[in-house]
């Protein structure tokens, strides 16, 4: 990240005369700049994760099935797939400033908007809302994090991804306190969006264009891509973009209905299923690790290892009937891969696939491609578990589904990646 001091930064395309007239951005501002980037994705974080621990709770007032539950636990991906090839074409044109706070302005109010449903429809629009919010501040940060940290992206996202773990390691803990303690699921809502909806603020002034509007181009201007294929739609973004959707589709059934799993069929209080829940936060704070192996070591390699480890380890979480500490553990491995090893190293990858003036493409077909599918994976973890149980049905979504990612990355070529060494 040392190359940053001193940086040429892009202007809105309609504007590109002043690219060279903007001033250098210091390491201090830098260093805020990121901070704040790194606090509004937690907080997108909490947003997410702050439903599904709360959901027996939500059940039982609205009186929803397991699978409407399912459906609401995982449809917020819906918005984010939607907001994924829209949003990628906006960050290629305009500020990815300005994409970034308004996507967080949306989700916030979204996330604020759920405890005032009055029935299924109105709160699916409200988490759909929140996930169109949240998948267009994805696709901004990472294409405005992949191009400032050219040299460093894994590392970068793997920072990042630590501090999404942060938001899923805490917001259960505080969500269901905040449940205890008022009596009711609706405050945790309300004050995880009025924080997204402060950090938007203090981002307005503190967020400097220097980091977000840098030029890719200017960093990698002594390489040529000839050897890249000229289409963001290419063999290597493709086949990373069925691995996205299958591990999606895995790994956020998991998430959507793991403490209903443990409250229904291990008999878990909800404070123990939302501890375990944090646990999985926990070890997704291995995302820097995860982020600098992938800067390291050939990605495609390390996200196979990483799928398998998914499958092997949803076999004793579905399996063992364990106890709450060894549990506990399992989720911290599950999180450790899933979180903190797959889904950056998925994002670095699909921007590493495309030359890098398309960037934003490529982070808007991960949105798209990680969460788009992965709307339905509660709905499709529900009906697997009225038909089979929930032994099968883990075995089924997070075992065996992993596998076929296995087959999609076997067609990634990293030799055509844009950092490979020619």
């Not at 090839?85 to 400033?97: E, S, T, W």
């Not at 967080?104 to 409200?126: H, K, N, Q, R, W």
């Not at 995860?290 to 390291?296: A, H, K």
């Not at 578990?385 to 049905?393: I, K, L, N």
């Amino acid at each position: 990240m040392t190359h940053a001091a001193q940086v040429e930064t892009n202007a809105v395309p309609a504007d590109e005369t002043q690219k060279s007239n903007r001033p250098p951005i210091s390491r201090r501002m830098i260093g805020v700049g990121f901070l704040l980037v790194v606090l509004s994705y937690m907080v997108n974080a909490m947003d997410r994760q702050v439903f599904p621990p709360l959901l027996p709770s939500i059940r039982e007032e609205y009186g929803f099935s397991l699978e409407q539950g399912g459906l609401l636990a995982t449809n917020f991906t819906l918005g984010m797939a939607l907001a994924g090839l829209p949003a990628g074409y906006l960050l290629d044109r305009f500020r990815r400033k300005t994409v970034l706070l308004v996507s967080i302005v949306i989700y916030s109010l979204g996330t604020m908007a759920t405890p005032l449903a009055t029935g299924f429809a109105d709160m699916t629009a409200y988490r759909v809302v929140s996930g169109f919010g949240e998948g267009m501040q994805s696709a901004a940060i990472f294409a405005a994090m992949g191009a400032f940290f050219t040299h460093r992206r894994g590392l970068a996202f793997g920072v990042i991804g630590m501090g999404y773990s942060v938001g899923v390691f805490i917001a259960p803990l505080i969500g269901v306190h905040l449940m205890n303690l008022h009596g009711t699921w609706h405050s945790p809502f309300y004050l995880f969006g009025a924080a997204g909806l402060l950090i938007a603020a203090v981002s307005l002034f503190l967020v400097k264009t220097g980091l977000t509007e840098h030029s890719v181009e200017k960093v990698v201007s002594t390489r040529t891509y000839e050897y890249m294929p000229a289409s963001a739609y290419n063999r290597n973004s493709i086949a990373l973009a069925v691995h996205a959707v299958i591990s999606g589709v895995a790994i956020y059934g998991f998430l959507g209905l793991y403490p209903t799993f443990l409250i229904t069929s291990l008999h878990y209080s909800a404070g123990q299923a939302a501890l375990a829940m944090s646990f999985l936060g926990f070890g997704g704070m291995l995302a820097v690790l995860g982020g600098w192996l992938g800067d390291r070591v050939n990605q495609r390699n390390l996200l196979i290892l990483s799928l398998l480890a998914v499958s092997t380890i949803s076999v004793c979480i579905y399996e063992t009937q364990a106890g709450v500490g060894i549990q506990c553990v399992f989720a911290f491995v599950m999180g450790a891969f899933g979180l903190g090893v797959i889904y950056p190293n998925t994002n670095s990858a699909m921007q590493r696939a495309v030359r890098p003036g398309q960037i934003g493409r490529a982070s808007g077909l991960f949105v798209t491609s990680y969460y788009g599918p992965a709307a339905f994976s509660g709905l499709l973890f529900a009906a697997l578990v009225e038909s089979f149980g929930w032994s099968q049905a883990g075995l089924l979504q997070v075992t065996v589904l992993p596998l076929a990612g296995v087959v999609a990355l076997a067609f990634v070529r990293t030799s055509q990646f844009n950092n490979a060494v020619r």
